[in-house]
């Protein structure tokens, strides 16, 4: 049962899936854990979408996109990086652990990267273990 | 008294405001909003400093969305979020007169959020004592000991929006609560869906919240919900520059600098 967690990755469509294909076909091996959803851009990756996934099964949430200055629409990564910014701050006021997100820039070249971040992040929400704190809330009564 | 009597009479008789937005006595010492249309009425009129309520929020009501002209009684953080919202182009087909008390509590007639702008004052507005206290408190605990406490106070929480009604700076016609298709925000009465809720309205708050204090005053369960927006306040003037309300300053999460730092994105 140690396999079993979830780690969901929300990726740009111009960078970091690009990345990750690049990982594949350079043969380059890794984790299975991770499901890789397609965005447009970072910049369309709304909070809630990172709540949801934790409210529907999620242990680790990865998001990716382009580095700054190369996003394929100018200016969605550097929106998108400060709503990170407080989003992270947001969420330790209540408590949500953050160590289960992880926020990277990766490009279309650096399928090694891609590789290392996936193994890394899927490394550390193993040894978290399941994020069965926040998904036992829907099951609490309030009031 | 007299003073402001006669301007709010003065301002109905010209035209200037067809409505006036105010306070009157409500029960013991507390004061409620009055909304005066007659200049027979004027005489129920009071400000004084037991005025609390941030009456700006009223002027993006549907019920008031017709009525241009519009004075309204306004206090230190009823002229933040004026400002705020003027900035948000929120009164562009509006003709607004403030009436404000200067130091010596006389009042004072200003016409326009421009000048309302210029009136308004850099300093922030403080915390209670116990709210400081509370919130020190909260800092020093740890991530465990966080959850727990919003998982204790948000189990009491109705979901009944009241911090939505009374904030200023919630407007929009159509709110994410009420979204079903998806469903954002989870309806059965579950912790979880309280949890989603008070995210959702920091997230939605953030860099907008004028510190009014408003939403905590309006809980009728008295959830400590200054904890949340003074924390974001301070971290997103730790990492993101100061926190100026004025009219031409852009929501911090509205615009970007190339070179914003943070420390977590590998």
Redesign the interface.
């Given at each position: 049962m140690e396999n079993n967690i979830k780690v969901v990755a929300f990726v740009c469509n111009w960078c970091t899936y690009a990345g990750a294909d690049l990982t594949g076909t350079s043969r380059i091996k890794y984790s299975s854990d991770v499901k890789i959803v397609r965005f447009p851009c970072t910049g369309r990756i709304d909070f809630m979408l990172l709540m949801k996934a934790f409210a529907e099964g999620a242990d680790g949430i990865i998001v990716s996109g382009c580095h700054p200055n190369d996003c394929h629409y100018t200016s969605g990564n550097f929106h998108a990086r400060r709503r990170w910014i407080v989003f992270k701050s947001v969420l330790e006021t209540f408590g949500i652990d953050t160590r289960r997100i992880q926020f990277s820039w990766v490009s279309a070249a650096e399928g090694a990267k891609w590789a290392e971040i996936v193994n890394t992040t899927v490394e550390r929400i193993k040894e978290l273990g399941p994020y069965t704190e926040y998904r036992e809330l829907a099951g609490v009564e309030a009031p | 008294m007299k003073r402001l009597h006669q301007i709010v009479s003065e301002l109905l008789a010209s035209g200037k405001a067809k409505l006036v937005i105010g306070y009157e006595k409500g029960t013991g010492e507390k004061r409620r909003p009055a909304f005066i249309s007659d200049a027979n009425e004027v005489e129920r009129l009071v400000f004084d400093s037991q005025c609390s309520h941030n009456l700006s929020v009223y002027l993006t009501k549907p019920e008031y969305k017709h009525v241009t002209e519009i004075a309204v009684f306004a206090t230190p953080q009823t002229m933040r979020a004026v400002v705020r919202l003027a900035g948000e182009n929120q009164f562009q087909d509006k003709k607004l007169s403030f009436i404000v008390m200067d130091q010596d509590q006389n009042a004072l007639l200003i016409e326009g959020a421009e000048v309302l702008a210029n009136h308004l004052g850099k300093e922030k507005i403080a915390l209670s004592s116990a709210q400081e206290e509370l919130l020190a408190k909260f800092e020093a605990?740890s991530?465990?000991?966080?959850?727990?406490?919003?998982?204790e106070q948000?189990?009491?929480?109705?979901k009944c929006y009241a911090c939505r009604a009374a904030c200023p700076m919630c407007y929009c016609t159509r709110c994410?609560v009420e979204v079903n298709q998806?469903q954002?925000i989870?309806v059965p009465?579950?912790?979880?869906?309280?949890?989603?809720y008070?995210?959702?309205r920091?997230?939605h708050m953030?860099?907008r919240c004028v510190d009014c204090g408003s939403c905590e005053a309006a809980c009728p369960l008295g959830l400590p919900l200054n904890?949340?927006t003074r924390?974001?306040i301070k971290?997103?003037e730790a990492?993101?520059g100061p926190d100026i309300v004025s009219m031409d300053t852009k929501s911090?999460?509205n615009t970007?600098?190339?070179n914003?730092k943070?420390n977590?994105?590998?």
């Open positions: - | 605990m991530r465990e000991e966080r959850f727990a406490y919003w998982k948000l189990s009491n929480c109705v994410t998806p954002w989870s009465s579950s912790l979880q869906g309280n949890f989603e008070h995210i959702m920091a997230m953030a860099g904890i949340i924390r974001m971290d997103i990492s993101l911090v999460l970007f600098q190339p914003d943070e977590f994105i590998r």
